[in-house]
């Protein structure tokens, strides 16, 4: 094992033996290197001649570029051309980690480690999968679940997706989810906790989040040793009183010794930008320190320098003068009152009762999705395929269920969408 790593490793240990053992081999192997080139080219910062970093400069000593992508940057081109660290930019970084407190009141207090820069979201799921997972591991869903951790984690790493139910009653299925976390004995747990969830557009109620909680904690006491990867991909898109408003990782961050809270969110879909291509790897644990965090992001950083090197530099430069515009909280407002409409829109519209004939709503009430359940007899690909050809109305198929994306639908066109789904539907069946 290299060096730089056992040191890290040390590090872990003494801060928090538990983990530790929820590391991965790779999560135990990798390192971020301050030696060689990185800490050389660090060395040499400030220096009359630089001739360390692998990037070309202009005489006057600013980052070479072409004159026909730098005319149409705004931006000052040390904040577009060179590299940005792999750990992210330190100003994005410090910038999110204060709106993860504004957006979440009750981890005021609470220590958590500086955000880390991802690729967005997928790249966050990979890379948490790559410091926590091995081929033995399983990691728990419900069987309502984003289709992409199949690559990320299964393909990429190994881990077995294993699922529960998710819905009972119209709500949460606590029990299910209580099975599942407590099955096979004693040992380390992975879950991913995504709310909104995609693709069903749910997100737990007040009291069914602090259920959640209560049952990891659980868990957590008997000696289970939980990975709690939060996918916050939706977070804020939430459309209905009563549901719960803040990241279930901020009681997750500080609930136990034995449960380690990992926060993987970004600007996609909170910020309306998907091919800036920006998120945020985030640590909480109860006890947690400036140095346990500090050796959790070297290993993240030192990841993603062996994965993708770094993220992209114009992104995050956007992104940070965004969030420090005087327009940017109302522009985002405007933009959830847009989507707030739509999601209205398909409320009014379920309201149809000739639609129970052919499909119900599974429970929705946030995020960018909802789903509808077929009656038995139907089949989800016939129909979205009908769909398309006589119709010109674009769904996605999940078995007997259909995914419906209202962020992309104006609210004007809700209904006509339901109802060619009826149509098709009873098209179908003739």
């Known amino acids: 094992m290299n060096p730089q790593a056992a040191e890290l490793n040390s590090v872990i240990q003494e801060k928090s033996s538990i983990v530790f053992e929820m590391l991965s081999e790779r999560g135990k192997s990798i390192f971020f290197p301050k030696k060689g080139i990185l800490g050389q080219t660090a060395e040499a910062k400030g220096t009359k001649i630089n001739a360390t970093i692998g990037a070309a400069v202009e005489d006057d000593g600013t980052p070479m570029r072409l004159e026909a992508i730098a005319s149409k940057i705004n931006l000052d081109p040390s904040l577009v051309f060179p590299y940005a660290p792999s750990f992210g930019r330190p100003d994005i970084r410090a910038k999110w980690k204060s709106m993860i407190y504004d957006k979440n009141p009750s981890l005021s207090g609470v220590e958590l480690s500086l955000p880390v820069v991802?690729?967005?979201?997928t790249h966050g799921i990979s890379m948490a999968g790559y410091m926590f997972l091995d081929p033995e591991d399983e990691v728990i869903v419900p069987d309502l679940f984003w289709g992409n951790y199949n690559l990320t984690l299964t393909n990429a790493y190994g881990s077995a997706i294993t699922k529960f139910n998710l819905f009972k009653d119209?709500?949460?299925d606590l029990e299910a989810?209580?099975?599942?976390?407590?099955e096979g004995g004693i040992g380390k747990k992975?879950?991913?906790l995504n709310f909104p969830n995609n693709p069903s557009g749910y997100t737990p109620t007040d009291a069914e989040q602090d259920a959640i909680v209560e049952i990891i904690n659980a868990s957590a006491d008997k000696g289970n040793k939980i990975v709690a990867i939060i996918d916050d991909?939706?977070?804020g898109l939430v459309y209905e009183e009563g549901i719960a408003k803040e990241s279930i990782f901020s009681p997750l961050s500080q609930l136990h010794e034995n449960v380690l809270a990992v926060k993987v969110d970004g600007a996609t879909k909170e910020d309306y930008v998907w091919g800036f291509r920006v998120g945020f790897i985030t640590y909480g644990i109860k006890g947690g320190d400036a140095a346990l965090y500090s050796a959790l992001e070297s290993k993240t950083a030192g990841a993603i320098r062996g994965n993708i090197s770094n993220a992209a530099n114009i992104?995050?430069?956007?992104l940070l003068a965004a969030f420090e515009s005087q327009e940017y909280a109302d522009q985002k407002a405007a933009k959830y009152n847009i989507m707030q409409k739509r999601y209205d829109a398909v409320k009014a519209a379920l309201l149809e009762e000739k639609y129970l004939e052919y499909f119900e709503a599974l429970p929705y009430n946030s995020g960018y999705f909802m789903c509808v359940k077929l009656t038995e007899g139907l089949n989800g690909d016939e129909i979205r395929q009908l769909l398309i050809e006589k119709y010109s109305i674009g769904l996605i198929s999940l078995g007997n269920v259909l995914r419906i994306a209202f962020s992309a639908v104006a609210a004007s066109d809700v209904?006509?969408?339901f109802e060619g789904i009826y149509n098709a539907c009873k098209d179908c069946k003739e």
């Open 177 to 182: 989810f209580e099975a599942k976390l407590n």
């Open 190 to 192: 992975v879950v991913i």
């Open 233 to 235: 991909a939706y977070f």
């Open 315 to 318: 992104s995050q430069s956007l």
């Open 415 to 417: 209904k006509e969408m």
């Open 118 to 121: 991802t690729n967005a979201l």
């Open 170 to 172: 119209g709500g949460f």
